[in-house]
């Protein structure tokens, strides 16, 4: 920025001795050498000012006491899309600082930065808004600094200010993610309390249910709360993208709550009589051979070895609450299948109007005195306690065998393996017929 100074003589214009001249002259060749000097050093400080001001990434401006511009950094002509020069002399109160937020006029009296050489006070405003040249806002905070000259006089204000956009986009995702926790739980807490009625029935199990449901919480709890802790703390250093894997945990771990959550709810939906079997036509050897494909790509270590002596069997049944009936025996076959496994052997078969489906492993067995309280929730086997599970499985299964108007049944010798049979009455679609000949 040019500045002008303006610099007036304290001789009297009139003639001088020649002897006087003389020694005037003398004197004022050294004023001169001492004016050229201290314009030099004043040239050089100038010059240092600018370029600090240069370099700084925060925007900074002053004005005079008119609240007109005395000079800006290029940082802050930049984020208010203006260029430098323009701005010289320019109110920067109806440049960027003209309307509040909500479009309502930001009154000059009002505004923070004016305060600053009205009151001789250093002013902070965590966050406003700021208007580009284009006419779009930015949130920012800023702090307005009085100056004062020689005698103390207050003769403007320097403002620092910096963009908080991504530092808002942070705290607005985190309230988002926190609202839509709280709303989850909220519905969560809802739906059991409706339950209440059912789970008298179950006061029993409370000892467990609280034990097994703090285990399983507490991981993914801590989890939440470091994400949430690193990002309050180091907001201003993170990148978006670094926010944005934090969050990205913080989802990972409310989905595995939700689905310890949704499992327990489902044994409250069934006893409640709110879930209903929709049978769809289905060919369960397909539809057996497809779900061993789907296991096997998740558990490939533990083959399964599927037999049945028909090529289709047709049947209307519920899928989803098949699916989740054989996906659970095979996964515990599979989870307690020992160091050592063997094929899990998964027969389906046709008998007097049944469906039969067997799933035999060599596992680590059961001990006789769990047997009786196997399909109980939350029960585990005494020798399942340092293998992952919550208890729920068996018990789902069966209740959802019940609603197919099945039954189940277990036989194991321990250290040698189980078997889990499934009984299903078979109700066959009106245009479908059976194929091949009838089972063994």
Request: proline share 6%; aromatic share 6%.
């Amino acid at each position: 920025m040019r500045q002008y100074f303006w610099l007036k003589s304290s001789t009297s214009e009139r003639s001088l001795p020649p002897s006087a001249a003389g020694e005037a002259s003398g004197a004022a060749d050294g004023a001169m050498d001492g004016t050229a000097m201290a314009k030099t050093d004043f040239a050089t400080l100038r010059r240092q000012h600018q370029l600090i001001l240069d370099a700084i990434g925060e925007g900074v401006y002053g004005v005079d006491a008119s609240g007109l511009v005395t000079f800006v950094n290029p940082a802050a002509a930049a984020m208010i899309g203006w260029q430098s020069e323009d701005l010289i002399g320019q109110s920067m109160h109806a440049i960027l600082h003209h309307t509040h937020a909500d479009g309502s006029p930001y009154l000059r009296e009002a505004c923070p930065i004016y305060a600053a050489f009205q009151d001789g006070v250093v002013h902070r405003v965590q966050e406003e808004v700021f208007w580009r040249k284009d006419g779009t806002s930015f949130p920012v905070e800023y702090i307005s600094t009085p100056m004062r000259d020689e005698q103390g006089n207050l003769i403007g204000a320097v403002v620092a200010f910096r963009d908080i956009t991504q530092r808002k986009w942070a705290e607005a995702i985190l309230h988002q993610t926190n609202e839509a926790l709280e709303q989850k739980v909220q519905e969560r807490t809802a739906e059991l309390q409706q339950l209440n009625g059912q789970l008298q029935a179950l006061n029993e199990l409370k000892s467990r249910l609280v034990s097994m449901v703090c285990h399983e919480f507490r991981n993914p709890l801590n989890n939440i709360s470091l994400s949430v802790s690193y990002l309050d703390r180091y907001d201003v250093h993170l990148s978006p993208d670094q926010k944005r894997d934090r969050l990205t945990d913080i989802q990972a771990n409310v989905e595995r709550m939700a689905t310890m959550i949704d499992d327990i709810l489902v044994l409250g939906k069934v006893d409640a009589n709110k879930i209903e079997p929709k049978p769809v036509p289905l060919d369960l050897v397909q539809f057996c051979q497809d779900l061993i494909g789907e296991i096997q790509e998740l558990h490939p270590e533990v083959p399964i070895a599927f037999g049945c002596a028909r090529k289709a069997i047709a049947a209307e049944l519920d899928e989803r609450l098949l699916r989740s009936i054989l996906t659970n025996i095979l996964a515990n076959s599979i989870r307690y299948a020992g160091e050592q496994p063997h094929p899990i052997q998964f027969k389906l078969a046709q008998r007097d109007g049944s469906l039969v489906f067997r799933v035999t492993d060599h596992g680590i067995g059961i001990f006789p005195e769990d047997l009786p309280h196997l399909f109980e929730p939350f029960q585990r086997g005494r020798n399942a306690s340092n293998i992952p599970g919550t208890g729920l499985g068996l018990s789902i299964v069966k209740q959802f065998v019940e609603l197919l108007n099945g039954t189940i049944t277990v036989q194991s010798q321990l250290g040698q393996g189980s078997t889990f049979t499934v009984q299903i009455p078979l109700t066959v679609p009106p245009v479908l017929k059976l194929v091949g000949p009838p089972s063994a």
